[in-house]
């Protein structure tokens, strides 16, 4: 049984570029979030998807937008990107019924340069 | 923002030794998750404790909760040097998903 995927696993841009992390939810899971988490911090909520809707969303910007496709796998956007964005990005899964237990997968390294 | 303080920031111990860690955190919640990341990957999830339990335990790991004072502690019993990683407090409040991270406990256990 697989479990959270996230690609790709390092990641390079260019300050104003935009980005496109993805992720693909342990079997079984439907509902997707995704973290911020800096250098030296505790990950920080950016949104949760479920059934193709955001559901809650953290203290981020609108450059931080996702999407959930309908085999709800999970893509976060994040456009204008700044030298703060840097960050390590986490995927986590969980079902419905409890979606606080979540499952994370291996994280997305970006740089911002 | 951060819910939790997690105290202390930075744990070095003897393998063998025992490491406790806590956390506080400033609202009520539903439960509260302690989860281990090692070398800045993915979180992995070691222990869930419910708002209504006081004590849990799992293996060579033991939490407790303390709601009036709103902290939480987790003790991991005759450590081991794969235990090096380090350690966060996670709570959940809402109706849907968002957990709430503290700052982390990085502890380091020397062969």
């Known amino acids: 049984d697989a479990g959270v995927t996230q690609s790709p696993t390092h990641l390079i841009k260019t300050r104003g570029q935009q980005v496109t992390l993805r992720c693909s939810p342990k079997?079984?899971?439907?509902?997707v979030s995704w973290y911020q988490q800096a250098l030296g911090q505790g990950p920080q909520f950016i949104f949760q998807?479920?059934?193709?809707?955001?559901?809650q969303r953290g203290n981020f910007p609108d450059r931080f937008s996702g999407h959930q496709f309908p085999n709800y796998s999970s893509e976060l956007n994040v456009n204008a990107l700044l030298l703060g964005d840097s960050a390590l990005y986490l995927c986590?899964?969980?079902?419905?019924?409890?979606?606080?237990?979540?499952?994370f997968g291996p994280g997305t390294r970006l740089t911002v340069t | 923002s951060q819910q939790g303080e997690e105290d202390p920031q930075a744990l070095s111990i003897q393998e063998g030794e025992n490491a406790t860690m806590n956390c506080s955190y400033k609202?009520?919640?539903?439960?509260l998750q302690w989860y281990r990341q090692n070398s800045g990957r993915g979180l992995v999830h070691l222990i869930l404790?419910?708002?209504?339990?006081r004590e849990k335990h799992s293996g060579r790991l033991r939490v407790t909760l303390d709601t009036s004072k709103k902290s939480s502690s987790l003790l991991i019993t005759a450590s081991r040097a794969a235990d090096t990683a380090s350690y966060f407090c996670?709570?959940?409040?809402?109706?849907?998903?968002?957990?709430?991270f503290g700052q982390g406990t990085t502890l380091q256990v020397k062969p």
């Open positions: 986590a899964s969980s079902p419905s019924g409890t979606p606080y237990e979540q499952y």
């Open positions: 079997s079984g899971h439907d509902t």
């Open positions: 998807y479920y059934e193709e809707e955001e559901r």
């Open positions: 609202t009520s919640i539903n439960n």
């Open positions: 404790i419910r708002s209504n339990e």
């Open positions: 996670a709570t959940h409040s809402s109706n849907t998903g968002k957990l709430i």
